[in-house]
């Protein structure tokens, strides 16, 4: 909300005509003429939209203040679309200029309104002291929207570590002397000390660099902030694991697919009233026909309309439904941090509907494990938390234990006095970087609410309508699953990725031209993504270049390997020492294929022979 403060010895306005937005009004408020008054012109805009009531509320906040200093109690509210170019629907708008007079009104002040959507003139005699013209400009960010909803709703919380063996050990994150039993646990300190413990100053990631070094993602200048162009390499990473999400939703998991639009009519209520449920700041598409859409920022705008739509008995129960689909979030540009924080993200999501409790928290469990392997399978450093409803964390707390009892981890648990959100418990898995940050990757949420606001019912046995439990859970975005992987490889002492995910897995360097034939012949043996650096360059800088890309498996071949029919191969581990092995061909694929057993597998992203690749960004 945009808002423009003038003290006035005298202000009047009459309207003149009705747009098609106008509200209707009564003959006493079309015109009126005030003296000594704080005349406040006002603009609703989008990002005002998922929380209207907070916005005007701190509005109203910064309007008392100024006129306690003016010591004035009279306000004049003038909706002015022209303070914002980025204005809210009028609908929304319109509320949000009620619910700022409401709240001005509350605070004890007298508030005259002039009617909105109305074309109308106006006069105004400024003061002209240096507290006279004042703009402001009123934004709510999570913290603040986070903090308030518990202050109204009366909630507390707990926070404390739960072991696998059932152990529980409570802290306070806000006394940070009472935190040095967290040794034990390191990757739990680090995220508490990272998102619990305030005031901890952020460094910028080194993914951001070796990203585009690696030639894997970049900025795209072009584009809107936090969107990206990712280069063939990085395309092959990103579509590697797009394709372990799919074996873990469903060949393992054995998901329902399903394909869903990205954009939706902001017109309809339920969509409205879903995404406002979610605090988050959205994207609109304005179109030439005047209609506003808003774009998904997570998988449920779609599919709750398919199985509101849908049949359901509770022969069909419990039914697992995935979807891989762009989605968009409008975070703030200083919020935006590589791919840890992005505008545009790949999110792969699953939804469990279930008949009850009982049969949805083994949902919950059976996503925890699915979710525990494919961390566990990408090699990055994470930790695990939830959030849960003390009455749901007493009643199954054991069965907590065996989850982590599965995944060989504490977790770290904040308990809830009382349910504040549609879910009862709350999973987080949530990456460590090389920086001491930490960022939320999977989640898993047990909602015991949405099934009959959205119309999800299925029918029971004895033929009643009953709304279903629902898991709502993500393995997490592609791009910042990325962001950990680069920031867990950079944690070693020579980056190295999961040979799964190498862009090249073997790196075929010949002594010299002589051996050129040999290579190529070995390079079409190797059963993995292997290339050949055919370039006329020195030895000694293949080899570094080969270093420098992170390559995994190195083979320099010459006289040595013709004689005795085995490959030399330097093995990139992670650690500073080169583990050196001589291997057969046979021996190689074997080591290869014991290393990515398992994983899906594509081949190269460029041309075999190095001197073929286009060279997008170097450096």
């Not at 540009?333 to 790949?346: A, C, N, Q, Y």
Request: net charge neutral; proline share 4%; charged share 30%.
């Amino acid at each position: 909300m945009r808002i423009l403060c003038i003290h006035a010895d005298r202000f009047s306005y009459e309207t003149k005509e009705r747009t098609k937005f106008a509200e209707d009004t009564t003959p006493d408020k079309k015109k009126a003429e005030v003296a000594e008054a704080l005349v406040v012109f006002t603009s609703v805009e989008r990002v005002d939209e998922p929380d209207l009531k907070a916005v005007a509320s701190k509005a109203a906040d910064s309007i008392l203040e100024l006129s306690g200093k003016l010591g004035t109690k009279k306000v004049v509210l003038y909706p002015y679309a022209h303070l914002s170019s980025e204005l809210a629907n009028p609908k929304e708008a319109q509320e949000g200029i009620a619910l700022l007079e409401k709240a001005l009104v509350d605070k004890g002040l007298e508030v005259i309104r002039s009617p909105f959507g109305w074309y109308k003139s106006f006069e105004l005699k400024c003061k002209g002291h240096p507290l006279s013209e004042l703009s402001r400009e009123i934004r709510i960010d999570a913290e603040e929207s986070k903090t308030r909803e518990d202050v109204v709703a009366g909630i507390t919380s707990q926070f404390l570590v739960l072991t696998e063996n059932g152990e529980e050990i409570f802290f306070d994150p806000a006394d940070p002397k009472t935190l040095g039993f967290l040794d034990k646990f390191p990757d739990i300190k680090t995220y508490v000390f990272a998102e619990e413990v305030k005031g901890k100053a952020s460094k910028e990631p080194p993914s951001i660099k070796a990203m585009q070094r690696l030639e894997l993602v970049d900025y795209e200048e072009a584009s809107d902030s936090g969107h990206f162009r990712f280069y063939p390499k990085g395309t092959l990473i990103f579509n590697l694991l797009k394709d372990w999400v799919r074996i873990i939703a469903v060949d393992r998991l054995k998901c329902l697919q399903i394909e869903t639009p990205i954009l939706y009519d902001w017109a309809r209520e339920d969509i409205k009233g879903q995404t406002l449920s979610f605090h988050e700041r959205h994207y609109t598409v304005d179109t030439p026909e005047k209609k506003r859409f808003v774009l998904r920022f997570a998988g449920d705008f779609g599919l709750f309309r398919m199985f509101s739509d849908a049949t359901l008995s509770y022969r069909h129960l419990p039914v697992k439904v995935y979807e891989f689909s762009k989605s968009f979030r409008f975070e703030q540009r200083g919020e935006l941090t590589g791919l840890k924080r992005v505008r545009g993200f790949h999110m792969p999501d699953i939804h469990s509907f279930a008949r009850d409790i009982k049969e949805g928290w083994e949902e919950f469990g059976d996503i925890y494990r699915a979710y525990t392997d494919f961390s566990d399978g990408t090699g990055v450093e994470y930790m695990i938390a939830f959030r849960i409803e003390k009455a749901f964390y007493d009643k199954y707390k054991e069965e907590l234990v065996k989850l982590l009892k599965y995944s060989k981890k504490p977790a770290m648990i904040q308990t809830l006095s009382v349910r504040k959100h549609y879910w009862a418990v709350k999973l987080e898995f949530n990456g460590l970087d090389s920086v001491g940050g930490a960022c939320q990757l999977s989640t898993d949420q047990l909602d015991v609410e949405d099934a009959e606001r959205y119309g999800i019912l299925y029918t029971a046995e004895d033929g009643s309508k009953k709304g279903c439990i629902i898991a709502h859970s993500s393995i997490g975005s592609i791009e910042r699953w990325i962001y950990q992987i680069l920031e867990h490889a950079l944690k070693k002492e020579k980056p190295t990725l999961p040979l799964w995910l190498a862009p090249t897995q073997v790196r075929i360097i010949p002594v010299s031209d002589k051996f050129m034939k040999d290579c190529e012949g070995l390079v079409d043996k190797v059963k993995g993504r292997a290339d050949l650096d055919e370039r006329g360059i020195s030895l000694g800088k293949k080899i570094r270049d080969a270093e420098r890309e992170w390559v995994n498996l190195i083979i320099v071949y010459g006289e040595k390997e013709v004689a005795s029919g085995k490959l030399a191969v330097r093995i990139r581990t992670g650690s500073k020492d080169v583990e050196q092995k001589d291997l057969t061909m046979e021996e190689l694929n074997k080591y290869i294929s014991d290393n990515t057993k398992g994983y899906p597998f594509r081949g190269l992203a460029m041309p075999v022979k190095l001197s073929k690749r286009p060279i997008f960004r170097g450096g």
